[in-house]
């Protein structure tokens, strides 16, 4: 019996440490304060992909006929780069005056003083004819008696209408942005109710009705993102 007891005893294991050293208890081993640190490698940054990426042209390329300058929206400058102009292609912009207002009123309400993930309604007064180029790009979700709701199965069918890029705003160099989810535009035309309006004569009291014409709704849900979604909002159909 004894001699099974010194065997055993033999047989113990030491705990060491990633040193080799002997600890005398397993909370010494979890204790890695002494042991040495290394500096942690640097995530690379975010790489480009294939797509359109939004340019400004800084300046024409003395050296190389044919190049240009240029700075790409929303990044550091260190990503300015030196490319051939007929790379750069001129992407489709609001055509008419509504759609240029109607696509910097979405512009401005995507900004940081909105809460993100609320819904958010644009009124504007619109023409038949103004209306009808709009809803071209749409496709009809819901008819009631005094309007018809369309929707949007790809964020490109406003595209030629509000100009590329109308559903995203990069507010800064940190590429921090908001952005509009695809499936929730709604838009539709009602005529507004005539306002009532009273002159008084000296004898007695004539009521009007002044015509307000039409006016357009168009509501979405605004959301927040970073840098990791600006590859979703140059290249995805929908957001």
Known sequence: ??????????????????????????HELNNTAHLPRARPRKVPETSWTTGIYPVEVVESDQSRSGYVKVHYIGWNKKYDDTIEAENIITLP??????????????KESLGPYVKADSLVKIKLPITEEEYKKLSNCGAPHKVTRTKTIYKLSKRSQLNHYLGEGWDYRIVNEECDNFYILTSTVKFYMHTRKPLEDYVLYPDHVERYQLERGNQLTFSFVRMAGNRSDVQKLLNSNQL
Do not use: C, Q, W
């Open 1 to 26: 019996m004894g001699n099974k007891m010194e065997a055993s005893r033999s047989r113990l294991r030491h705990i060491k440490n990633r040193n080799g050293d002997v600890l005398e208890s397993y």
């Open 93 to 106: 912009r609001p055509s008419t005056a509504f759609s240029k207002t109607l696509a910097l009123a979405i």
